[in-house]
């Protein structure tokens, strides 16, 4: 075929039609997808806005949990005396927890705790179901994570808003947290009556025993309580709180966590109740007062937060002891004022200081007849003329400068004209002088005579340092009348000293705390044992022993002459008979007596350190030795 006849390829036009539509379909798409994205924008934002609006909480502060804790105050015993709190709580682990605890909360409060994502559907529709019934809120179907959230970061009123939040908190707190970080929570945070947060405080006001101690009928009993405290209380309706005991152990064995005889043998067992806790009573406040005055010096913030365990010397037993003897010590005194005709409306006071000698652990300490009454500590804050109780200071220098307890002293009338040109003419408690006596007859019956003399010759300057080489840090008069005892001091401080006679001569400050425990377990030694410092030789001590023993066995502590094992004392009466002293010692304990009346008047002319705080001192430590 030649190539003319050959056709040549038709080429078809483009059409303008065509290349529009195309351009018109690329254009809607892109309009749609810009649509789309717009919409989800604004669908997006607008969730972001609705959740701002909900101040949904920060979940963070529960994962990093630590709520105010009470402190906790124990004596020597580990028995707790005290627990102050602004919410009454201990946080404790489940390992300190009884086996049966958790299981009796989650069985009685939220079954199905450990399957669920924080959120119980099936809890919530039956809940909707019974509202619609009942044509109010009247349940919410709350699982233990939710009523976490509650307490913590949600206030409790009943809205939708607010179950909204609460539920989309706790699934997000189930993702954060193990199911037993929030167990923990739950349990150191629910409350449980009678100012109880927490099973630990719970375990403590109810049972008197710590959280991994409780048996199972009272694990049961506990968590029994959340729904309503008040209702279900241990102390007000136990007929109410066994039924609901009852319902908890049968959850109990139908979920697995105890056989039914189990359950059987708890609901039948006799619930023993601890009587409502009273903390810091009348008894033990005024050692209390002391202690938390020291531990404020080491810690930061109130005591009522700081979640501290302070660890003391106290003695409850011998603090008991104390107390009684006290009041019935001003009892007596009160009953002799009335015989003798003396108006005793108000009654005078008395104090006590009991420590051990040997490491000068303060074992009691009762600044009154009732601190309730009246918060003064006349033990530690009242500081009284000491009287004769002085004078071993000034027998022991004299020991130290070469006098025996045989020297001879002159116990004869004296008068001493001072530079303000009056004459002091010191007399003795009897009025009768002795002639020339010696030291040990002078210390023993007390003379006055004899004792200024016998400052005279020594000097006051050593008898100051001597005082304050034993921890008195009152200011000492700088003449002849502080051989009669014109300084005021503390009775606390004059116990202390007295250690020095009773001991081996050397001093040691006496101390309340043993330790402080902090929250993190750490542990704080506010009053360390210290060195104990030389006061006396070994040869004066023995020599002041044998003096300080005349004093109670045939001088003016001889009443305390039948308590056995007492070793030494020295009894003190101030002028006109407004203070009265003892300060005496067994191979313990070193014990002071004060009694007087606060607005510093006589207590009668038969009131002495011999007959009002000596019979107090006998009284106690008779009661001590019987227990």
């Known amino acids: ?304 937060s700081a979640g501290v365990k302070i660890y003391t010397y106290l003695d409850s037993g011998i603090q008991s002891q104390a107390l009684e003897a006290i009041r019935r010590g001003v009892k007596a005194s009160q009953g002799r004022q009335v015989i003798a005709g003396k108006d005793v409306e108000n009654p005078p006071q008395a104090a006590l200081v009991c420590l051990e000698t040997q490491n000068s652990r303060v074992r009691a300490i009762v600044g009154g007849t009732s601190f309730k009454q009246s918060p003064f500590d006349r033990a530690t804050q009242a500081k009284r003329p000491v009287g004769s109780t002085f004078k071993p200071f000034v027998y022991a220098v004299a020991l130290q400068k070469g006098w025996t307890p045989q020297s001879n002293i002159d116990d004869g009338p004296l008068s001493i004209r001072g530079k303000n040109g009056k004459v002091w003419s010191p007399k003795n408690y009897s009025g009768r002088y002795h002639g020339i006596v010696t030291l040990e007859e002078a210390l023993a019956h007390s003379y006055n005579a004899a004792s200024v003399r016998l400052m005279q010759k020594i000097g006051y300057k050593d008898v100051h340092r001597l005082a304050k080489s034993a921890g008195v840090s009152a200011k000492l008069p700088p003449d002849l009348s502080l051989a009669l005892g014109s300084a005021d001091v503390s009775l606390l401080e004059m116990t202390g000293a007295f250690q020095v006679f009773a001991g081996d001569g050397t001093f040691l400050t006496p101390r309340f705390i043993e330790k402080i425990v902090l929250p993190d377990g750490s542990v704080v030694y506010p009053e360390k044992m210290g060195k104990r410092s030389r006061v006396l030789s070994a040869a004066v001590t023995t020599n002041m022993k044998n003096m300080l023993h005349g004093v109670v066995s045939h001088g003016t502590g001889k009443v305390v002459a039948d308590v056995p094992g007492v070793l030494g004392g020295k009894t003190g009466t101030s002028d006109e008979s407004r203070d009265g002293w003892f300060l005496g010692y067994d191979k313990t304990y070193t014990t002071g007596v004060w009694v007087g009346y606060d607005h510093n008047k006589s207590m009668g002319k038969k009131e002495s350190g011999g007959a009002t705080a000596a019979p107090i001192w006998r009284d106690f430590m008779l009661g001590i030795a019987s227990h």
């Open 1 to 304: 075929m030649s190539s003319a006849n050959q056709t040549a390829p038709v080429k078809r036009p483009v059409r303008k039609t065509t290349v529009r539509s195309k351009v018109y379909r690329e254009k809607s798409i892109y309009a749609f997808l810009i649509t789309i994205c717009l919409l989800q924008t604004f669908f997006l934002g607008g969730l972001l806005v609705l959740y701002k609006s909900l101040n949904i909480p920060n979940i963070r502060s529960v994962a990093n949990y630590s709520p105010p804790e009470a402190t906790v105050i124990y004596d020597r015993h580990g028995k707790i005396v005290d627990r102050m709190f602004n919410e009454n709580r201990t946080v404790i682990p489940l390992s300190k927890m009884s086996p049966f605890l958790a299981n009796a909360f989650v069985a009685a409060e939220d079954g199905r705790f450990f399957e669920h994502p924080g959120l119980d559907l099936i809890s919530v529709l039956r809940a909707a179901i019974n509202n619609v019934k009942d044509g109010a809120k009247s349940q919410g179907g709350s699982t233990i994570t939710q009523q976490v959230i509650k307490s913590l970061l949600l206030t409790p009123e009943k809205t939708y808003i607010r179950k909204f939040k609460e539920s989309v908190l706790a699934w997000r707190i189930d993702k954060l947290l193990s199911k037993e970080e929030i167990l923990v929570i739950y349990l150191n945070q629910i409350y449980l009556g009678e100012g109880a947060y927490g099973v630990e405080a719970a375990a403590q006001v109810y049972f008197g025993k710590s959280a991994d101690k409780l048996s199972l009928g009272e694990c049961a009993l506990l968590a029994g309580l959340p729904q309503a405290p008040s209702r279900y209380s241990l102390f007000n309706h136990m007929d109410r709180a066994i039924e609901r005991q009852k319902y908890v152990l049968n959850r109990m064995a139908a979920d697995g966590y105890v056989s039914a005889s189990e359950a059987q043998k708890a609901y039948e067992e006799k619930t023993q109740l601890n009587p409502r806790v009273q903390y810091a009573t009348d008894e033990n406040a005024y050692y209390l007062q002391v202690v938390k005055k020291k531990a404020r010096e080491y810690l930061e913030g109130p005591l009522q």
